[in-house]
Nanobody, 122 residues
């Protein structure tokens, strides 16, 4: 089994930055792709970013304001979010999957964290 635990969420003013982290434990060798999704109240879960051993992919909603990185020895993936807007308020989830594709589809991800709340005040 794989466990994912997010941290780093909180309250920030518009224009500010936050860094989210996700630590994986268990059978981490089975995780090829790590990603972040978010879900705001009343909305569907939305792709934010994903990273593999050879590349990264970002969703359109936060394009240009994100940087995703991965530390394999520490089984950690980090999402740096800059110039945050009120509409970025959501629960942010870390996800992991086997495979080769940096998928934007949440149903392609097998492993999920509990989520961390990000609130951006306007």
């Amino acid at each position: 089994q794989v466990q994912l635990v997010e941290s780093g969420g909180g309250l920030v003013q518009a224009g500010g930055s936050l860094r989210l982290s996700c630590v994986a434990s268990g059978r981490t060798l089975s995780i090829d792709i790590m990603g972040w999704f978010r879900q705001a109240p009343g909305k569907e879960r939305e792709f934010v970013a994903a990273i593999s051993g050879s590349g990264q992919k970002y969703g359109d909603s936060m394009e240009g304001r994100l940087a995703i990185s991965r530390d394999n020895p520490k089984n950690t993936v980090t999402l740096q979010m800059n110039s945050l807007k009120h509409e970025d308020t959501a629960v942010y989830y870390c996800a992991g999957r086997n495979g080769f594709t940096l998928s934007e589809l949440s149903q392609r991800y097998e492993y999920w964290g509990q989520g961390t709340q990000v609130t951006v005040s306007s």
